[in-house]
């Protein structure tokens, strides 16, 4: 198995009370036997669970200080959604931008992230921007989210002034599939001359080859509440279809030389825990400044779940310190 500097703990946790009673009410589906057809309905009942109001007791009340607001973003051969933080006393001009690309791959939506990017937007006095991406399925590939995520980003940047935000100042975030996203950006603005401060990344997932799963994390926490290694082999199948070059949508085998500074933040019980610390030591290793922040009891996924994981609240408060130390 592949093996990082930083290894996972020796003896398996077990995820918190919360996390474990809520998902024991969640069937995960049979993968093997989800036909295109069931795969959009699953989607969309993800959706639909996390945008009712009885979700926010466990994805946490927006800050109070931010308004959030769908905006339409057109690009040349498609529209996309995306879902504005923007802090209310902070004027509108030359703000700080983070582009945010939430998790799922082939569920999910930027309003699972609403407690994460308000306090964002609030205490960092930022706008933040998240993609209403595709969601993969037998049809949309890994590379369309991936080309969503970057072509907001250029869009914004491009049009800094419409938007109210400083392009001098712009950081790129991400959670699981988001944060591969996130990472794919990042490479694409350093080839393009697109000047990035900062780059977070949750729970990050940068293998998508043959090799996704052979790290120790993924045998040690293969059956969590919030991930499994069925689901990662399953989003795998749906990211790099037959034909794909799965490493060219594999951070971790990428040239990482020039990225802006980044913070990686590792959930422990988690399947792709040690993709997130061999990536930090590889970025490290080609020169970039990097925090690597480590929660011992939460597992994928925790920081849009502060209603049943604690540690969301210091993880938000880590994320939020470095952004602002890098927009200064």
Known sequence: MLKTA???????HRPPLGIRLVYSLRKEPDYQTMSPADLVKFGETQSRIVNSRLARLITGRPHAGVTIDWQQVPLADRTLRVRVHRPKHAGARNLPL????????????AVQCDWINSHIAARASAVVVSVEHRLMNHETPLAAIVDDGWDVLRYVFQHANEWGIDPSRVALAGESAGSMVAALSALRARDTGLSLRAQVLINPCVDVTSTALDYESATQYADTPTLTRAGIEFFRQLAVPEGTDARALSPRYADLAGLPPALVVIPVLDPVADHG???ADQLRAAGT???VSEYPKAGHAFISLPGLVPQARPARDRIINFLCTQFR
């Open 289 to 291: 400044a990097v925090q």
């Open 6 to 12: 930083t290894t996972t703990p020796a003896t398996p």
């Open 98 to 109: 983070v582009l945010h690309v939430h998790g799922g791959g082939y569920t999910g939506t």
């Open 277 to 279: 610390r061999l990536y």
